[in-house]
Structure formats: structure tokens, C-alpha cells
């Protein structure tokens, strides 16, 4: 383990914060989602799957953003190469989909560039790291 770079730990900060509120914010539509899909469907048992499935699809973006971001702390840098990897790949899926989902020129830059920004920043951190 080693000191890793300003860049990288800049970004590993800013994910752990945002991952932080991404899990926070998970629980609750998980929680309420599954509450309101339960009621409408007036079974208790739908409103709990619905709450589950929906924590562990958005909850898992937000878990594994947090791992990278304390192994980018820390300078674990053989980690971080292999998240940031991970990490841009669903930046690339995401922007592919927004880009699909979304109409008008700003709305697509923006769904393009927003999550691709951090784990290109990232991975380009962890690269100028020591050579493993």
C-alpha cells in the first residue's frame, strides 16, 4: 500500500460521499417504493419483494462506488485499477442509456458526460499510480 495520488484520492472522496447519499437514498425508495407498490397492490408480501429488488438494483451502483472509493484512499491501486475498470463500464452502459431514454441536445450531453466523469477521473488516478 502505498500514498496514492492527489487525483485519486480527490475522487475516491467525492465517491464516498455520493455513495454515502446514494445508499441513504436507496434504503428509503427501496422502503417507501416497496411500500406504496404494496398498498397498491394490497399485499404486504409484493410491497417487500418490490423493496428488495429494487435496493439491491440501485444499491449495488452505490456499494461498489463506495468500495472504490475507500481502496482509492487508501492507495490500494491493484484494487482501484480493477474497479475503476468495473466503474467506467456502467459509466459506459449509463450513458448509452441515457442517451436512448433521453430527448434534446443538452439533455444528452448531459446524460452522456455526468456519469462518465468520475470513473474516467478515477481510473486515470489509479493508472498514475506506482506499476504493480
Known amino acids: 500500500m502505498t500514498k496514492p495520488n492527489t487525483l485519486l484520492k480527490v475522487v475516491s472522496i467525492i465517491y464516498i460521499v455520493v455513495c454515502v447519499l446514494g445508499i441513504v437514498l436507496?434504503?428509503?425508495?427501496?422502503?417507501?417504493?416497496?411500500?406504496?407498490l404494496g398498498a397498491a397492490a394490497e399485499s404486504a408480501s409484493v410491497g417487500v419483494v418490490a423493496g428488495s429488488?429494487?435496493?439491491?438494483?440501485?444499491?449495488?451502483?452505490?456499494?461498489?462506488?463506495?468500495?472504490?472509493?475507500?481502496?482509492?484512499?487508501?492507495?490500494?491501486?491493484?484494487?482501484?485499477?480493477?474497479?475503476?475498470?468495473?466503474?467506467?463500464?456502467?459509466?459506459i452502459i449509463s450513458a448509452v442509456s441515457g442517451i436512448s431514454t433521453t430527448n434534446g441536445a443538452l439533455a444528452i450531453v448531459v446524460s452522456v458526460v455526468a456519469p462518465l466523469i468520475l470513473p474516467v477521473l478515477y481510473t486515470i488516478g489509479a493508472f498514475k499510480g506506482p506499476k504493480d
Open 53 to 91: 429488488v429494487t435496493a439491491v438494483m440501485l444499491g449495488s451502483g452505490s456499494v461498489l462506488g463506495l468500495v472504490a472509493g475507500i481502496l482509492g484512499v487508501k492507495g490500494q491501486f491493484t484494487g482501484c485499477k480493477v474497479l475503476g475498470i468495473i466503474l467506467l463500464v456502467f459509466g
Open 26 to 36: 436507496t434504503i428509503l425508495t427501496a422502503v417507501m417504493g416497496g411500500a406504496v
